[in-house]
């Protein structure tokens, strides 16, 4: 019995601190942005709808500044999208120069780059207010966010978060005038270390219809060669299509 009491008591003092939480420590701990290590390698399946595609892609990150998406189907083979501090290229065989693309590029369906990779809340946005609500699993928390910054590509953000596990539920992002132009839902999480989330759902509010799921099959933290990087550079792109084509 003593031992029941205790954990009792250690389960409401978990539970009291919790629910005693800031807005902004509870953003903290649900940044999904911040989940995934700083250096990885990841395969994605992107499966659009209502067209019922799947395309495969592989993303290679080191830290915050650099993300190498590489594209895996057949006709796109030896393709690639480069991110270096915020700007955003493509990168083709044969092309003569990288081409600059808006980071409000589209992947595959409704989805972009930082809503398929997470975008990082809790530096770039600040909480303008929060309210609760109860579901059959517990309660949750909606964060109202605004971005810090004016050139954020959006500057509202709203984040539901289930309390108990400081995961987010669902997020949907808005335009300086409040229009919503994508939602996304989380589905499911890696159970074990690290922690991502391994399927999510992404709608593009602005054209209807346009839903990607994304699923990540395997994400491995491993430090990432910088030559993938290299915009002027290819030979370290070169040397991971003949790794791949040596494996197939």
């Known amino acids: 019995m003593i031992n029941l009491h205790w954990t ?15 807005p902004d420590e509870l953003l903290r701990r649900s940044d999904v942005g911040a989940f995934a290590p700083s250096s990885f390698r990841a395969r994605l399946i992107l499966t659009t709808a209502p067209q019922n595609q799947q395309h495969e892609i592989e993303v290679w990150r080191s830290g915050e500044g650099k993300t190498l998406i590489r594209l895996l189907d057949p006709k796109e083979r030896g393709k ?4 270096l501090d915020g700007q955003l290229w493509f990168l083709a065989p044969g092309a003569k120069k990288p081409i600059h693309l808006s980071p409000s590029y589209r992947l595959y369906g409704g989805a972009t780059l930082d809503e398929v990779l997470g975008l990082r809340l809790a530096r770039a946005y600040q909480v303008e207010s929060t309210s609760r609500e109860q579901d059959p ?13 004016e050139s954020a590509l959006f ?16 997020a949907t992002y808005r335009l300086r005038s409040g229009r919503d132009v994508t939602s996304i839902e989380f589905l499911s999480w890696n159970p074990r270390e690290p922690v991502y989330a ?19 099959r395997d994400l491995q933290e491993r430090p990432i060669p910088d030559g993938l990087f290299s915009l002027d550079d290819p030979a370290a792109r070169r040397d991971l299509e003949t790794a791949a084509s040596r494996r197939q």
Do not use: H, N
Request: net charge positive.
């Open 8 to 22: 009792m008591a250690v389960a409401a003092l978990t539970l009291a601190g919790i629910q005693t939480r800031s």
């Open 80 to 83: 690639y999208m480069l991110r």
């Open 137 to 149: 699993d517990g309660a949750l928390v909606t964060l109202e966010l605004r971005a810090k910054s």
């Open 155 to 170: 500057q509202q953000v709203r984040y539901v978060v289930r309390e108990a596990t400081e995961r987010p539920v669902s």
């Open 198 to 216: 391994r399927k999510v759902i992404v709608r593009d509010l602005l054209r209807k219809g346009m839903v990607t799921e994304v699923e990540i």
